[in-house]
C-alpha cells in the first residue's frame, strides 16, 4: 500500500519554527521525487517547495526562500520540510506528494506543477499564532 505520512505539525507562535516529516512506503522511493504543497481552508492549494529531478531545491513561491528549505534521507525514505521564521500566514494544512522523478526531470531545476503528482499525504496542521 502506497503511503506518505506528515508528520511534526502543531501550534508555534509567530518567529518560532517547525520541521515536518514526509515518510513514504510501498513504492520505491528513488524513483519519485517529493513536493510540499499547503492549503488554506476556502482557496486552492499551492505548492511551497519540491525536490527537484537532479537532487536539487526549488520553490513553486519565491517569497519563501530564505525561511523554508526541504531536505531528504534516503535511508529512511523521508523528506523534511523545515520553516523558521514562522508567520501566521502559514497556516495551513500541509502536504507531502510524489512524483515521478521521470516525470520531474522535465521541469529540470524547476518544480513540476501540482497535476504530475501521483500520491499525496494525508495533511497535517501548522498554525502560527499571532
Not at 9 to 33: K, N
Not at 56 to 76: C, H, M, P, Q, W
Not at 102 to 113: E, V
Amino acid at each position: 500500500e502506497v503511503q506518505l505520512v506528515e508528520s511534526g505539525g502543531g501550534l508555534v507562535q509567530a518567529g518560532g519554527s517547525l520541521r515536518l516529516s514526509c515518510t513514504a512506503s510501498g513504492f520505491t522511493f528513488d524513483d519519485y521525487s517529493i513536493g510540499w504543497f499547503r492549503q488554506v481552508p476556502g482557496k486552492g492549494r499551492e505548492g511551497v517547495i519540491c525536490i527537484t529531478a537532479n537532487d536539487g531545491s526549488a520553490y513553486y513561491v519565491d517569497s519563501l526562500e530564505g525561511r523554508f528549505t526541504i531536505s531528504s534521507d534516503n535511508a529512511k525514505n523521508t523528506v523534511y520540510l523545515q520553516m523558521n521564521s514562522l508567520k501566521p500566514e502559514d497556516t495551513a494544512v500541509y502536504y507531502c506528494a510524489a512524483v515521478p522523478r521521470l516525470r520531474a526531470s522535465i521541469y529540470i531545476s524547476s518544480c513540476a506543477p501540482e497535476y504530475d503528482y501521483h500520491y499525496w499525504g494525508q495533511g497535517i496542521q501548522v498554525t502560527v499564532s499571532s
